[in-house]
């Protein structure tokens, strides 16, 4: 079994020399930054890190992890009836309570998220005793690779120790949440699948920055009605900056040597920034699967559609991401004579919870058709059972009225 003091002997390191060992097929960003490269055709450096600078890319990734994170994670026991009950499994300490004695499970499944958000893969080591998962630690996504063995089939997952060799990890005690990818078994970064898209989004923001640093202004031209030497007009240039540049814009300008100043007005690009602006956040958008009006673009949300798209954010977005979870959890947590007894299922009903109008009528209805108890919808609203209320029964019907055969 892979040791866990060696394997986390020093992680720091260990990233350090994965990633001295990368080609230059495959440069890390400070490099591209030192020879002026551009690794995308905007000219914009796109990494995990540099993408989460980008205000589109952020809101999209937290608003997948945070919510994922904020569901309660829960145990069940499967009866031979099909019924499921709550469990106090060793398990559901560590996937509704705390993942390890520094992390609570939510922080640590939303951490996992982002990771594969941003990195394509989430890896965390599960730290067995006599056997039984007693602990869950994330590992740096960049220290950790996977590989398909070509005679099994099963994937391969290594990781680089402070000497910079990769070292070997039991599959079964690696926790591996991927993204979406064309081999299925690694998971590919939607950040370096999708780099030209958040680029753009990236030098509009920077576009912007430098236009309000300008105090929201075009360039503008100095006439003079004679040629000026080299020093005089750097001198006048530096002046002009100085006095009306930046947080100075919009005072009184003072010109010598006959001067005058020309603004120039803003070309149709710059006028169609807004609209150009709100299609970058729609194109991330569509990277995540995230309906635009949650990171507030809400330029086709109404108070009429805007409960239906948070709907099918839980479809369409997060369904995915709490599949890949709860098959991963059960498939490493359980041992193989478990899996048919227990299972690990997000509680989605937080979500999912309308106005009490709403919920009132459909406990009513489902009460009537004794699908629930009164007893099991007080439960769900968190009120005490009452005596008599455990009975299935339609509360319309009369208790005297005739039976129909």
Known sequence: MFGLSHLFRSQKTAVIAAEETRSLADPESWLLDIFGATPTASGATVNPTTAMRCTPVRACVEAICEALGSLPADTYEISASGARNESSHPVAALVGGYANEWTSSSLFIEQLTRDALLWGNGFAFINRVTGKPRELIRLTPS????????????????????????????????????????????????????KEAIGIAMTMEAHAARLFGRGARPSGLLKFPRKLGDSTAKKIAASWKAANAGENSGGTAVLEEGGDFQPLAFNSVDSQFEQLWARAVIAISQIYRVPPHLIFELGRATWGNAAEMGASFLRFTLSRWMKIWEDELRLKLFSPEERDRYC???????????????????????????????????TLEGYAPYTGGDTYENPNVTAGSPKHA
């Open 143 to 194: 220290a950790v690779t996977v590989k398909l063995d070509p005679v099994t089939g099963e994937p391969v997952y290594a990781m680089a120790d402070t000497a910079g060799s990769a070292r070997p990890i039991v599959r079964q005690n690696i926790l591996h949440i991927p993204a979406p990818s064309i081999d299925g078994v690694c998971g590919q970064s939607p950040v370096t699948a999708c």
């Open 344 to 378: 690990i299922e997000f509680n989605t009903d937080e979500l999912l919870r309308a106005d009490l109008a709403a919920r009132a009528d459909a406990y009513q209805k489902l009460i009537s058709s004794r699908v629930l108890s009164p007893n099991e919808a007080r």
